[in-house]
Antibody, heavy 118, light 110 residues
Framework: QVQVVEFGGGLVKPGGSLRLSCAAS????????MSWIRQAPGKGLEWVSY????????KYADSVKGRFTISRDNAKNSLYLQMNSLRAEDTAMYHC???????????WGQGTMVTVSS | QTVVTQEPSFSVSPGGTVTLTCGLS?????????PSWYQQTPGQSPRTLIY???TRPSGVPDRFSGSILGNKVALTITGAQADDESDYYC??????????FGGGTKLTVL
């Protein structure tokens, strides 16, 4: 069945960097667009970034533009999020999610927690 | 700055019907926003309830339905059950690979 598992979260100091990964299985990864979506503690969901199925189109929310970089390796069925210049307000659970042709998020991972604190 | 609006909270009696809405701070929601709805219980990842305004993924009960309601989009739950008590999020596709989530509605069943 469709499964995506995120990892790479942790505690990092303000200004630091972290790289998140999302491992996909149970579907043809290269056919699906993918996104990162985050949720700060006690808050709502926030779309962070999008990458098309082949990686040719990439978009970011204004809140992370210039600091975060999304990428994917279809040969490894993996999605990544490089996060630089981290701020306290980036503290959140980060989910990877994807879709095929729905303009929606057909499946979600359980998430990996990122905490930015000194 | 696009803001997607949702009721912060709502309550419904067991067996009752409730309609949650999702709108735009400026303008109308339409099918071209490919509205989708997600259910999230505490500590869990979101579950897709509705996509493309009114399409249910397999496994989602037909108690959940989506529609356009005036200048907003709506999620209607009929025959509410105790385990429908969750947070509900709508998200609108703004085009070119950009989405905006609403702030979520906390639904209480009592």
């Amino acid at each position: 069945q469709v499964q995506v598992v995120e990892f790479g979260g942790g505690l990092v100091k303000p200004g630091g960097s972290l790289r998140l990964s999302c491992a996909a299985s149970g579907f043809t990864f290269s056919d699906y667009y993918m996104s990162w979506i985050r949720q700060a503690p006690g808050k709502g969901l926030e779309w962070v970034s999008y990458i098309s199925s082949r990686g040719s189109i990439i978009k970011y929310a204004d809140s992370v533009k210039g600091r975060f970089t999304i990428s994917r390796d279809n040969a490894k069925n993996s999605l990544y999020l490089q996060m630089n210049s981290l701020r306290a307000e980036d503290t959140a659970m980060y989910h990877c999610a994807g879709g095929y042709n729905s303009h929606a998020f057909d499946f979600w991972g359980q998430g990996t927690m990122v905490t930015v604190s000194s | 700055q696009t803001v997607v609006t949702q009721e912060p909270s709502f309550s419904v009696s067991p067996g009752g019907t409730v309609t949650l809405t999702c709108g735009l701070s400026s303008g109308s929601v339409s099918a071209s926003h490919y509205p989708s709805w997600y259910q999230q219980t505490p500590g869990q990842s979101p579950r897709t309830l509705i996509y493309n305004t009114n399409t249910r993924p397999s496994g989602v009960p037909d108690r959940f339905s989506g529609s356009i309601l005036g200048n907003k989009v709506a999620l209607t739950i009929t025959g509410a059950q105790a385990d429908d008590e969750s947070d509900y999020y709508c998200v609108l596709y703004m085009g070119s690979g950009i989405w905006v989530f609403g702030g979520g509605t906390k639904l209480t069943v009592l």
